[in-house]
């Protein structure tokens, strides 16, 4: 199918976006990479009045650290997060979580920030966002806020973004020195959207468990942290026991979806096997690394 009439506007600066936004009034549609949005627009799925372009904008694809925190630029391809030193060094929790997306020409396209402005439940980095505790900065006719993870996604496909805001920055803090992670992901084919996916960190003394996180993907509406999961570890440790108790505790907290690629208790199930997985994966790899 074709896309619905549209008009088409290709800012220079962040605050001409705004004001085109404002003037069609929430019926205008931000464009960054376009792998999800020009697919739902092709299937009428979204029938936008007007589509703001932001790649003309300067100053919105820039990688800096300061003070322990990494920023990037809403409209840095995914692509280059996989390769950056930087990312790779501070967040490779996030530079692991890329190789997972789609496939090359997707990777190459899309933006870390259209990826969280879309709010697929099954996508992977609205995820890390939730187990690194990051944050966007977002941009509206108010001025500039920050809005945490846990505050952004609201429902499938929906954030806490205002019709007439744009996430100009992304911020995670840097990962601890000598962290764990891992990532469980289960697709019916490499490249598909994840039915259901774990990422875990972890910062381990000895057999103890000094921090704990972990956030699901494609399993509920929205990507959520499962807290009393994390606590069951720092609180009983990394020893099998307390990793299948926690792996437990997740299944249990998790509000899985039905559809198509698999019922609720199927999810339900693959979130205690991933979980489990994505815990002795983090602590193999670490301890031969």
């Known amino acids: 199918m074709k896309p619905a009439k549209f008009e088409y506007h290709v800012p220079a600066s962040v605050e001409e976006a705004l004001q085109i936004l404002a003037r069609y009034q ?61 990312i790779a060094e501070k967040l490779p929790l996030l530079s692991a ?41 977002v941009r509206g006719p108010q001025g500039e806020r920050r809005i945490a993870a846990s505050d952004l996604f609201l429902a499938p496909l929906t954030t806490s973004l205002a019709a007439d805001e744009i996430i100009t920055e992304v911020r995670f803090p840097a990962m601890p020195a000598g962290v764990c992670h891992a990532i469980e992901e289960f ?18 003394d000895g057999e103890r468990c ?10 509920g509406p929205v990507t959520v942290r499962l807290r009393d999961a994390e606590a069951i570890l720092e609180e ?16 249990e907290l998790v509000e899985p979806m039905s559809d198509q690629h698999g019922s609720a208790d199927y999810r339900r199930h693959l979130t205690g096997v991933l979980t489990r997985r994505a815990v002795h994966k983090a ?6 690394a």
């Not at 000094?210 to 399993?219: D, P, Q, W, Y």
């Not at 602590?283 to 031969?288: F, G, K, L, N, P």
């Open 187 to 204: 697709a019916r084919r490499k490249g598909d959207f994840a039915i259901a996916a774990i990422s875990v960190m972890l910062v381990r």
């Open 26 to 86: 929430g019926e205008a549609r931000v464009l960054a990479g376009g792998q999800s949005l020009v697919p739902m627009m092709n299937f009428r799925l979204a029938t936008p009045a007007a589509i703001v372009d932001l790649n003309c904008v300067a100053g919105l694809a820039e990688i800096g650290a300061a003070d322990g925190v990494v920023t990037i630029g809403a409209m840095v391809r995914q692509r280059r997060i996989e390769f950056a030193p930087m």
């Open 236 to 251: 009983r440790g990394l020893g099998d026991a307390a990793i299948v108790s926690a792996a437990e505790k997740a299944a």
């Open 283 to 288: 602590i193999t790899e670490r301890s031969h």
């Open 97 to 137: 979580a890329t190789r997972w997306i789609g496939h090359l020409p997707t990777r190459t396209r899309g933006t870390i920030g259209g990826s969280i402005a879309h709010a697929d439940p099954a996508a992977e980095i609205p995820m890390i966002l939730q187990v690194l505790e990051g944050e966007v900065v």
């Open 210 to 219: 000094t921090m704990a996180r972990l956030a699901t993907a494609g399993i």
